[in-house]
Each structure stands twice: as C-alpha cells, then as structure tokens.
C-alpha cells in the first residue's frame, strides 16, 4: 500500500452540532476525515452546524473546538483557522441559505407546504392503516400560485418541501460498496421549517457543494439522507449555485456499546469529558478510536497518529458495527504511558496532582524533586494517569495528613500484624545509613530471616502503615524517598493504633 500522497485534491469535512458534550463516536468520524485528508495532502475542513438555536451552545462550540486540539486533529480550513469558503458556522450562514431556498423554489425544485403537524399525522396513521408508506403523500405539492397565496393571506405558515425527482438512486459506497435505493421510498421532504429555520436537509448538502467538498466520510446513521442529498446536488446544479459534481459518499460503521446496542451519548464510556479526566491521553485514544472500523494491518494495533495516517485506506473500513471495549482502550493507553520518556510523563501528571491538592502549580522545587524520583518506579504501574494520585500520595502529604485506606487498613492491619510492625520498626531504627541498599537488608533480615514470614505478610503491613494502601511504589523505593524521620513516625502510628 502507497504511503504517498494519492490525491491533493481531496477535500472532506468534520461538521458536528454544538450540543452537548462530544462523543467517541463523532471524534472517530473526525479521526477518519483528518486521516483520510492527510493521506491524501488533501484539505481537512472543519464545520459546525449551529442552526438549531434552541439546542446548541457556545460552551459546546468551545468543548469542540478544544476537543480536537487535544486529540491533535488540526484542521486546514474552520474557526480560528479561517479559509476561502468561510464562514465555517451555519449560524452565520443564514442569509445565503434564504437565499438558495428561494431559488429552488423559483425554479421549481421546492414547495411551500401548508400541512399542520396534526394534519400530516392523520394522513401518516391513515396510510399506515391502508399499508402504504407513511411518507409525506404530496398534498400541497401542486397546488396552484392562486392557492398558495390564498394560504399566505390567511396567515398560513407554509414549510418549504423539495420536490423529489420520482427517480430511483444508486452510488457506489466507499465502505459499503453498491447502494440502490427506489424512489417509492424516498418522499418529498423539508428543508425549510415553517417558522423559517433551515434544516440539516438544506444546510449540509449545501455547505458540502459550497465548500467543494469531494468525499463525504460520515455515520451509518446518515446512510437514509444520502438520497435527497444527491437528489439537491442535482437541483443546487440545475440553479447554478455549483458545477461540481457529487461527492462520494463512504459511511461508517455503527460503534456498539455494552449490550451490543448502539453507543449513545448517554452512556458513560462515549463521553470524552470521561477520559480526559481519568487520565488518558489523546495518544492513546486516538490509537484505540482508529482500530473501531480500521485496520492497519499484520494485526498491528499499537501505532501512532501519523502512521494511521500514512497508511490510512478507506477500503480498509469494515461495514460492521465496531464494538467499543473499554477494557482494550485502557489497555492501548497503558502502552502508550510506558512509551513515553519519564520527564514527559512526569510532566503530565501534574495536572492531576494539582487538581488532588498534592503539589502547588507550578510545583515547589522539593515537589518537583519528589515526583521525578518516584516516577519511574510507577512507570509500568498504571494504565491511566489518575491512577498514579493515590499511589504517590503518600509522598506528597504530611505524616499527620496521611490516611490510610479503610479497606487495605481492615485486610492487612489486623492485630497479627503487629510483631511485624514492630520488628520493621526496630530494624529501621537501627540503619546508620538511610539508603535502598540498608533499607532493603533490615527488612529482610528481621523479617524474613529473623521471624520466617513470607514476603507478602512480613512487608504488606509495613507498605500500609508507611504509604497508605496495599498499591505503592516497591516498598524499599518508597521508605528511601519518605525518608527515616517519616518512615519511622507512620510506622509507629500503626502500631499504637494495633497494641
């Protein structure tokens, strides 16, 4: 498979609603668009559709926009990046789509339509009844000039309606492979609400022939839309508004959540917001996001960003729904935190230590200190960042301040740990030089020589007592950087607490 550009041409489009908190299933539909543009040295447009005033936000704008710096998906033309067919929000756009929806209606493309919502569900539960489709039956499609007037200056608030070709439809899918779809099922349909709001029906199609967008790369769910949307490409031709002729359209596969069910918005696992929290990084994500409908072959499933794009191939999108398996996405992540180099990983820690109150921002030069030496010892321990908090906190807080964990407490400090305790104690006191080395002989010696216990009970007493839970750092790693003061004074505390 080339790893060269194959055409710099290609110009395809990202264009989600700001409503709500962005998804997994919408960032792999961006993922795909950006790895398919950058294969190609093509052009990554970047849309929003914000002509739903009661559903979108400005802070759903923004969490998009700062969504896909995260995951590194940089586009070519949108917000803050500007371009020639701007602008790049549908909110801004108003005027032009009146405009166009004029012209079609000039031409004989679009309708207005008088139909009461209660009206054209009568006529739906009639059909149903009759075993017809429940489509829209055409009722005010050919009405006269007079008719429609008389509907106006009765004060009728009329939608507007394409008017469907009456012709069968037929593309070749870039996923899916040959689609023929009957013009039996494909009803007249509104671009235009009767209050005036355009539709995504208008607005899409539209933008796409604008912006001269040549490969439409999007949801399974949007498979119905694809005949209107070539049917208006045909109308948007015959009024001049573009000479360009369709794009090809590949839609991608559903992305299944638990219960092999669609994965909504709903569910705890589509929401990015989750894994940005938990410490994973867009590395990792972006990797995991890739491999849902992707294949990058020789069942490689650790790569890079910039590999997928090398090597990305819509021909490789398997048509079947991808499941999302959580434990797998963790897992990659858990790769991608072991490939980074220790100050990097230090350094994306802080934030999360921060926000725990462990360490200042920016960091004391003694917390700075602490965190380089402890995390290499963590390196390989955790599979997302927030996993590192409870494990290092022990160093981060004063022995007054330490709490131990209810349940590790309850399992491994029981009274029979005490003469444990108290020969770790004695041994400790007694080390001259506080280093790894005499740390680690103490323990030992006492412990495992001196009393015949197993490694798990002579030290998992003692790691409790000194770091507050049964996960931590190795022990002997972690009694060196608290330090013999520490170390001494948490131990002590526990055996008050046991005599």
């Not at 669609?262 to 589509?270: A, V």
């Not at 709490?403 to 770790?424: G, H, N, R, S, V």
Request: glycine residues 8%; aromatic residues 8%; contains cysteine.
């Amino acid at each position: 498979m080339t790893e060269a550009a194959v055409d710099p041409n290609v110009r395809v489009r990202f264009c989600p609603s700001p409503t709500g908190n962005p998804h997994v299933g919408m960032l792999r539909t961006a993922l795909f668009n950006w790895a398919f543009a950058r294969h190609n040295g093509g052009t990554f447009v970047f849309r929003i559709e914000d002509t739903d005033a009661a559903r979108d936000s400005e802070g759903s704008y923004l969490a998009l926009i700062d969504s896909l710096q995260w995951l590194g998906l940089d586009w070519d033309e949108g917000p803050e990046a500007g371009g020639d067919y701007g602008p790049y929000r549908q909110s801004e756009r108003l005027q032009l789509y009146a405009d166009t929806v004029e012209q079609l209606q000039q031409a004989g493309y679009a309708y207005p339509c008088f139909c009461t919502p209660q009206e054209l569900e009568e006529r739906r539960e009639q059909a149903r009844k009759e075993g017809r489709p429940p489509g829209y039956d055409g009722h005010c499609r050919d009405l006269s000039q007079a008719e429609r007037e008389e509907r106006y200056r009765d004060g009728a608030r009329a939608a507007i309606r394409f008017r469907m070709p009456g012709t069968d439809f037929a593309w070749d899918d870039l996923v899916r492979g040959r689609i023929e779809v009957s013009a039996a099922t494909i009803p007249d349909f509104v671009l235009v609400r009767g209050n005036g709001d355009p539709l995504y029906t208008l607005v899409n199609p539209l933008d796409d022939a604008l912006m001269r967008i040549t490969h439409v790369l999007r949801g399974e769910d949007l498979l119905s839309s694809t005949p209107r949307q070539l049917a208006l490409y045909d109308a948007l031709r015959g009024i001049g508004v573009t000479d360009l002729p369709n794009p090809q359209f590949g839609h991608l596969p559903y992305v299944m959540g638990e219960g092999n069910r669609k994965l909504s918005k709903r569910d705890p696992e589509s929401s990015l917001a989750m894994y940005r929290e938990s410490g994973y990084l867009p590395e990792g994500l972006v990797n995991y996001l890739a491999l849902l409908g992707w294949s990058i072959g020789d069942d490689r499933e650790f790569f890079s960003q910039q590999e997928m794009a090398a090597k990305f191939d819509i021909k490789r999108v398997n048509p079947n729904p991808a499941r999302f398996d959580l434990k797998k996405c963790t897992a990659i992540n858990g790769d991608w935190i072991r490939e980074l180099s220790e100050t990097d990983l230090a350094e994306r820690l802080k934030p999360f230590l921060v926000s725990a109150g462990l360490i200042s921002d920016p960091p004391t030069p003694e917390q700075q200190s602490a965190l380089a030496a402890v995390v290499p010892l963590i390196h390989t321990r955790m599979d997302r960042l927030d996993q590192a908090v409870p494990m290092i906190e022990f160093l981060f807080v004063s022995d007054a301040e330490l709490q131990l964990d209810p349940k590790d407490a309850a399992k491994i400090l029981k009274p029979e740990a005490l003469p444990a305790l108290e020969a770790a104690h004695n041994a400790l006191s007694a080390i001259t030089e506080w280093n790894l080395e005499s740390i680690e002989t103490a323990l030992r010696d006492s412990l495992i020589d001196g009393m015949g216990l197993k490694p798990r009970l002579a030290f998992g007493p003692v790691r409790v007592a000194v770091t507050g839970r049964r996960v931590s750092p190795p022990l002997f790693e972690s009694l060196d950087l608290l330090g013999r003061d520490s170390s001494l004074t948490r131990l002590q505390r526990s055996i008050e607490s046991l005599r």
